[in-house]
């Protein structure tokens, strides 16, 4: 063992998969590894459950959902959601240890990643409860003569949850919590690097909650074809999914025969548009701080730096300095904001955009490889490339590493036509001293969201969702909550 992981807070977490009711292995028996990034080393081990779990979760969830109280009894799923929400708060040192464990981010900022999404239990809980389900319309005038209506707001069925592993216990928080409480059943099948993340969900609410045998299950699996099967599965009414755009077309392709709701949180290419006379004191070490803090492995994180060609060279100077600057390290030391990237092959695949971005004609100003301070531990330096050409492959596909790439431009036209030459619409950022003129800059770019100087777009509060092909659907807010609920129209006697 390494002197990192000797002095560190490194724990295994629950085996075992939830599946109506029970903490049970996968059919079989098997198993798979899970390695911590930053010593490189074996863990411990996650059920490794099979397309037939996943079929026996599902027919949990559909019987649970088509013949018990869940639905109908909202008291019930409040009270359940706050003795979650207890226990989680009582677990949630233990929980961070295993996402440092299993991510590899830095202790200092697991904040946003374990408190956050334990918050969010008890927002959802009491969000659901004080929601209008049955809403007088008024009468309205039809042809038939005066009718009153009324809007239902019902449970969609069994939602099956598909997350990704770069902030896994948040999402799978802000996938299922909102579908629960909107009296849906649930599968949750986590991401292949972060099981336990799921797994200590599925545990704490077996042996903590009364929520009951098959309202929620959770099914790890080393294999793809698991999350295949939940997403083409006709007894599934809705798919709820965060991760990669192809996946994502997957599961849209997958559900379309039974015609699937589905809720897509995709990739992102977002824009960080810098107008001349921003702040770049202020605004470019945030810039790199974005690009550095979870290694870059965020979906909303502003990649794109697009920079005025009369102040070029100058904020090139601000990033290059935020980046060299930034504290990069072992995971379990305070302080450090940077860990390593998740797995070798996340590492590799970094690496290789950054060398397809230098043979294409990037100029590399700072990082650009593995540091040599940090041999284990699957490390990538903050990079920053300059004279990015906007169709090159760095500036079109999503990096998932501490690297930004940086554009010139010389209108405020130009740079909003390069921050839409994306297949994605995620995020973006503007700055500027003035305010309005940014605005009028957001209201112009093609993405679902934008943070103007700083300030976040981004919280439980206000809906977030992707446009083009970084997703379908919103996530938070009403909206977000209303995404797990389908409106039924009564026309009655007025
Ligand atoms: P990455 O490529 O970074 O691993 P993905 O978007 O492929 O990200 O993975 C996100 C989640 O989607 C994981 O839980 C993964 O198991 C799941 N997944 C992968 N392939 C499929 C698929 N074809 N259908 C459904 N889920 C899938």
């Not at 002197?3 to 109506?20: C, F, K, N, P």
């Not at 903490?23 to 198993?31: K, M, S």
Request: with cysteine; aromatic share 6%.
């Amino acid at each position: 063992m390494t002197a990192v992981q000797e002095d560190s807070g490194v724990l295994a977490g629950e085996r075992r998969m939830l599946i109506d009711g029970e903490l049970v292995e996968a059919a079989g028996g098997a198993t798979f590894d899970v390695e911590h990034p930053a010593s490189e080393q074996v863990v411990g081990v996650a059920a490794d459950g099979t397309v037939d779990d996943i079929g026996r979760a599902v027919g949990a969830a559909r019987r649970a959902f088509d013949t018990g109280d869940w639905a109908h009894d909202l008291e019930f799923r409040f009270h359940c959601l706050m003795q979650l929400h207890a226990a989680l708060e009582a677990d949630k040192e233990r929980l961070r240890r295993i996402l440092v464990t299993e991510v590899g981010c830095p202790v200092t900022v697991t904040g946003s990643q374990i408190e956050s999404p334990i918050a969010e239990v008890k927002h959802w809980a009491e969000h659901a409860r004080s929601f209008e389900y049955l809403v007088d319309t008024g009468v309205h005038d039809t042809q038939l003569g005066p009718a009153r209506r009324k809007l239902h707001y019902e449970p969609v069925g069994v939602v099956g949850a598909i997350t990704p592993w770069n902030v896994p216990f948040y999402l799978n928080i802000a996938e299922t919590i909102p579908a629960l409480m909107a009296g849906n059943t649930v599968v949750l099948k986590p991401a292949q690097l972060t099981p336990w993340s799921g797994s200590e969900l599925g545990r704490i609410i077996a042996e903590q909650t009364d929520i009951p045998a098959g309202v929620f299950n959770v099914v790890t699996s080393n294999a793809n074809e698991v999350g295949a099967a939940l997403s083409a599965d006709p007894r599934v009414d809705m798919i709820t999914f965060t991760g990669s755009t192809a996946t994502g077309r997957a599961i849209l392709a997958a559900g379309a025969s039974t015609v699937k709701k589905t809720l897509l949180e995709l990739g992102g290419k977002s824009a960080h548009i810098v107008l001349d006379d921003a702040d770049f004191g202020s605004a470019l070490p945030m810039a790199a701080m974005m690009a550095c803090v979870m290694s870059g492995q965020s979906c909303v994180l502003p990649s794109r730096i697009l920079l005025p060609r009369s102040r070029y060279d100058e904020g090139l100077g601000v990033l290059k300095a935020s980046m060299e600057n930034f504290p990069m390290g072992d995971p379990w030391t305070p302080g450090n904001m940077q860990g390593p990237q998740i797995s070798r092959t996340q590492r590799e695949k970094v690496l290789g955009l950054i060398d397809s971005g230098l043979k294409s004609g990037a100029r590399l100003i700072t990082g650009g490889g593995v540091p040599d301070q940090l041999p284990t531990g699957y490390y990538v330096q903050p990079t920053l490339l300059a004279d990015v050409a906007p169709d090159s492959r760095i500036a079109q596909e999503e990096i998932f590493g501490p690297v930004l790439t940086v554009t010139p431009y010389d209108t405020d036209d130009e740079a909003v036509a390069i921050a839409n030459n994306s297949i994605y619409g995620l995020s973006g950022e503007v700055s500027s001293a003035d305010v309005d003129r940014a605005v009028s800059i957001a209201t112009r770019m093609r993405t679902g969201n934008v943070t103007i100087n700083g300030k976040s777009h981004f919280g439980i509060d206000s809906p977030f969702g992707g446009t083009k092909q970084s997703g379908l659907g919103y996530r938070n807010g009403t909206q977000g909550f209303i995404e797990y609920l389908h409106i039924k129209t009564i026309g009655m006697p007025a």
